[in-house]
């Protein structure tokens, strides 16, 4: 029962790694812009299938397969998908910021949650037009022998997103606290109209904060497309856990949003061992929760508007 426990919490660090990338992306966009990308999901499933179609690509396959077959990619043609991932969900960051969310800023109303929908609802189109709804089967970069950690069984890709993860956050974090790149965007998300006074492009900052909150989107599904299949609607699922996580952990704290999105992948794996129909029921019970007695989140802090 103790290595079942464990496992579970192994896997659940896993997947609540993708979870805290998602929940990363959330945090940046909103403590920057103080707007919220609701087609971060969609960019979760874009970026599995981005990265599967350069794969098929490199292997001198039709980027409409759906199978690999026996075929393995080797080490180069997996790093040059996920460059391609996130190169093109860079990209697409920026347009979505571009065409999206700048045309609305500073208006009354949240068009800009119109806007980002409607992205989605595009992005997902088109994928469902070129790939179609079936899922498909992305070999890990590290194989998919199970390997003993303490005694315990895990996937190699398993311990591969938990590392990255990890890697990426705590970069990110000191990015954003030694580099002059991050001390601007961190005066814009303080005050945008000060940091525009001071010199600061505050557009070149909102633009990179979509750039870069999509680009994790993009990682994110590169990592969990071996573990759960590339799926158009991966992302759905991604997307709202990754959400609920920078929920729970504060959405304009970075760093609660990553301890978030882990202690969601943690609960959601130890339930899913008791009993899977009450998975999402645990998930969600815990974000109600949290939202009725902290509203900021745990680790939160309150927004004050001085008029």
Not at 46 to 75: C, E, H, K, N, R
Not at 76 to 96: E, N, P, R, S
Not at 174 to 195: E, F, I, L, P, S
Request: net charge positive; hydrophobic share 55%; glycine share 14%.
């Amino acid at each position: 029962m103790t290595e079942a426990i464990l496992q579970s919490i192994l896997s659940g660090l896993a997947v609540g790694g993708a979870y805290a990338l998602v929940a990363l992306g959330f945090s940046i966009t909103f403590t920057t812009t103080k707007t919220l990308n609701f087609a971060h999901g969609e960019f979760v499933s874009a970026g599995a299938f981005i990265s599967m179609s350069a794969l098929f690509l490199l292997l001198g396959m039709p980027v409409t397969s759906t199978t690999f077959g026996q075929t393995q990619p080797g080490a180069g043609a997996q790093l040059l998908a996920l460059a391609a991932a996130l190169g093109v969900m860079g990209a697409l960051g920026w347009l979505l910021y571009i065409v999206g969310v700048r045309p609305f800023a500073g208006r009354p109303g949240m068009a800009w949650v119109m806007s980002t929908l409607g992205f989605g609802v595009i992005l997902q189109s088109i994928g469902l037009a070129i790939w179609g709804p079936k899922p498909v089967v992305v070999p890990s970069p590290l194989g998919d022998s199970v390997i003993r950690v303490l005694g315990i069984g895990v996937r190699p890709q398993e311990l591969l997103t938990l590392g990255v993860a990890v890697v990426i956050t705590l970069g990110l974090d000191w990015v954003m606290n030694h580099t002059m790149a991050g001390k601007a965007m961190r005066a814009v998300a303080a005050n945008g109209q000060v940091a525009s006074l001071m010199g600061i492009n505050t557009n070149a900052m909102m633009a990179g904060a979509f750039v870069m909150s999509s680009a994790l989107a993009g990682l994110s599904g590169f990592l969990l497309a071996p573990i759960a299949q590339a799926s158009l609607f991966l992302g759905l699922a991604v997307g709202l856990k990754g959400f609920s996580g920078a929920i729970i952990g504060g959405l304009n704290n970075p760093r609660g949003c990553v301890i978030g999105g882990f202690a969601l992948g943690v609960l959601e794996s130890l339930v899913n061992l008791w009993s899977a129909q009450w998975r999402e029921v645990a998930v969600f019970a815990l974000v109600i929760l949290v939202l009725a007695l902290r509203p900021t989140g745990l680790f939160g802090k309150a927004m004050v508007e001085k008029v």
